[in-house]
């Protein structure tokens, strides 16, 4: 295919990782060896930016900043969860393009991002507009399917599994068989951040913590909860239980959720913990219960990251140019696992249209008959990906991270009406 000279531009969108950020240096890295890419720029906010016209120069950053990307939780570029709803959105987004000759755009982000780069680049084709489309996965919730995990899952579960070990420490000497202590995490559709919880047991110690993992692929049944906490207070100091806001009852509602959504019409959740706290509180006098709620910091605890996914964050933004230089188009990069003893990493692509408002559940088999408990299959699926600690520069005892300095591209177009 013929080689298309033009400008790069890179976006962020929907929830940040600790590891976003190494995608947009794996992108950068490879950029900079090709000589059709001109530019490199970097849409603030997302499509937000791309409708304001508000564009940095990725390639005016020092490579120390660059480089520091790879251990920098959150959006450095800045995020948005806003949905492209009229077509003078889409039409202002490719005004933008053409103005800059935007020729390579990749998107970072989960199900939603991946549907708003399909659209764009379905108009771009519409309109005889030559752009190639890539996409990045992005999401500790692990649910973008075809795609063997996603950038961002594994430092999260190494996160709540370490939450839940230094938990358990305190638990221990505080509990005499009357404590139930709830850790409530993130995964609204799918289970997979709680399951991580899983990895917090040690080899042949079933009894260890988190003695319960309630996720949203099985329906909370109040009374066997109950029977489940009063047999492991039976046993144990203490109850330490995970549960996934996303936990649905028998009906498929909410445990907890309030009447407000985003632009992509979800649920805004919250609260599944404490629901939980006050379900055990009416109905085991004396035991005393606390709720722990990490909220973001799931998210963005770099400093208890795995290295092995940022590696392969920076991996999925090098192989997003490479695909699109090859030619590649509408597609979105996967992370395919090798078939030998030995955990290996190879990427691929898949259509954004098939990744697109798609969710990967957690599988059943992989969940124990009890329904609170991870098989083998989980540990052996998730265990190496939390491998390596990423290692984070210290300054006077406090973490250093990229601070970019955000040079303005001129703006070529008319300011955006409404």
């Known amino acids: 295919m013929a080689e298309l000279v033009g400008n790069v531009l890179v ?9 976003i950020n190494a995608s947009v240096a794996g992108i950068i890295n490879e950029a900079l060896n090709h000589e059709c890419i001109e530019e490199i720029y970097g849409a603030l906010n997302g499509v937000l930016g791309i409708l304001q016209e508000d564009l940095i120069d990725l390639a005016a950053e020092s490579q120390q ?19 492209l709803k009229s077509q003078a959105d889409f039409d202002r987004v490719l005004d933008v393009f053409k ?24 108009l771009a084709q519409q309109q005889g507009y030559e752009l190639r489309v890539i996409g990045v996965p992005k999401t500790i919730d692990n649910d973008l399917p075809i795609t063997d995990h996603t950038p961002g899952y594994a430092s999260a579960a190494k996160y709540v599994a370490t939450s839940v070990r230094e938990v358990a ?14 850790i409530e995490v993130m995964g609204r559709s799918a289970g997979w951040i709680a399951a991580g919880a899983a990895l917090a047991k040690r080899k042949d110690h079933p009894h260890d913590p988190p003695h319960l993992i309630l996720l949203p692929e099985i329906a909370f049944n109040q009374e066997k909860v109950l029977e489940d906490v009063r047999r492991v207070l039976k046993r144990e100091k203490y109850c330490l239980i995970v549960v996934a806001e996303g936990l649905i009852d028998q009906d498929g509602n909410y445990l907890a959720a309030n009447a407000q959504t985003d632009a992509f019409g979800h649920a805004q959740l919250g609260g599944a913990g404490d629901a939980l706290a006050e379900i055990l509180g009416q109905n085991l006098p004396g035991v005393k219960v606390r709720v722990a709620k990490p909220g973001i910091l799931q998210r963005c605890a770099a400093h208890a990251g795995s290295k092995t996914d940022a590696d392969e964050a920076f991996l999925a933004g090098e192989a997003a140019v490479e695909a699109a230089i090859r030619g590649e188009t509408d597609k979105m990069v996967t992370l395919l696992r090798g ?10 692509l ?27 299959q989980f540990l052996r699926y998730a265990q190496p990906l939390i491998q390596g600690e990423t290692v984070v520069p210290h300054d006077n005892g406090v973490p250093v991270f990229a601070r970019l300095e955000k040079v303005r591209v001129e703006k070529l177009l008319p300011a955006r009406e409404g």
């Open 65 to 83: 900043q660059i480089r520091a990307l790879r251990h920098t939780p959150g959006a450095a570029l800045g995020t948005c969860r806003y949905k």
């Open 11 to 19: 976006g962020q969108s929907g929830g940040p990782t600790s590891v």
């Open 350 to 376: 898949a259509p954004l249209s098939e990744v697109a408002n798609s969710v990967k559940k957690l599988p059943r088999e992989w969940i124990n008959e009890d329904g609170v408990s991870m098989n083998f």
């Open 339 to 348: 078939d030998g003893e030995q955990y290996t990493t190879e990427t691929g």
């Open 169 to 182: 420490c305190d638990n221990e000497a505080m509990g005499q068989g009357d404590l139930v202590s709830i």
């Open 99 to 122: 103005a800059h000759n935007i020729r390579y755009f990749f998107y970072i982000g989960g199900n939603d991002s991946q549907d708003t780069a399909d659209k764009i680049s379905k």
